[in-house]
């Protein structure tokens, strides 16, 4: 499976933008870049992805390098609740299990 | 609640003995997965099944962890003559496997200390 690399940590004042980056210098082709989270005690959810093109929901956006080798969750007005584990996650095609790193701890401050 | 649901939550036991859980998939979900989470650590993959099939297994589900899916509904995961290694919050999801995006859906997960 192709490697991901986060940073370990970030702090985000509330109410500002946060863009949480990852590199995956290794993707192929076919692999889609997905983005879960981790709140305090709860199991991960899901938050975005994409193959090649920007994308937007209810929750983020995801910018994807033109070179797809990485890419920035972007959360637009971080609030409290946002606080967690974010992990960035390459899935071949339509894909089975999950490889998660260690993820980036986001903190944010009121 | 339509979400993915597990049982115990919590769960401690002493070392040698065995413990089983139980994991409840969104209702339409083919797909169900098992991943062990360990302290500061991402979820680790263990297992998962398609319908009753089991289609991927670890090699971290040593020959002490079973996991069974009878009617492909809920799953079971059994882990055999505990060690303190087993202790980790284990976690059940599940997906649609005509969703393309495969987006899987966590439970709360069961916590296993032993002790």
């Known amino acids: 499976d192709a490697k991901t690399t986060q940073p370990n940590s970030m702090e985000s004042n509330e109410e500002e933008p946060v863009h949480l980056p990852c590199n995956h210098s290794?993707?192929?082709?076919?692999?889609?870049i997905h983005w879960y989270r981790q709140l305090p005690s709860q199991g991960p959810e899901y938050v975005i992805h994409g193959l090649t093109s920007n994308v937007n929901n209810r929750m983020a956006s995801l910018a994807i390098a033109e070179d797809r080798k990485s890419s920035t969750l972007i959360l637009h007005r971080a609030t409290l609740r946002d606080a967690a584990v974010y992990y960035c996650i390459l899935i071949r095609g339509s894909g089975d299990k999950l490889t998660f790193g260690t993820g980036t701890r986001l903190a944010v401050r009121p | 609640d339509t979400g993915v649901s597990q049982n115990p939550r919590h769960k401690i036991t002493k070392r040698g003995q065995n413990v089983t859980f139980r994991c409840d998939p969104i209702?339409?979900?083919?797909?169900l997965y098992w991943y062990r989470q360990t302290l500061g650590q991402g979820p680790e993959f263990l297992t998962y099944f398609q319908n009753e099939a089991q289609l991927e297994k670890s090699r971290l589900l040593s020959d002490r962890f079973s996991a069974e899916r009878p009617k492909g509904s809920f799953s079971t995961l059994e882990i055999q003559r505990t060690e303190q290694g087993d202790s980790a919050m284990y976690l059940c999801a599940s997906s649609f496997s005509g969703d393309y995006y495969n987006e899987q859906f966590f439970g709360p997960g069961t916590r296993l200390t032993v002790l």
């Open positions: 209702s339409e979900h083919n797909r």
């Open positions: 290794t993707i192929s082709g076919t692999d889609y």
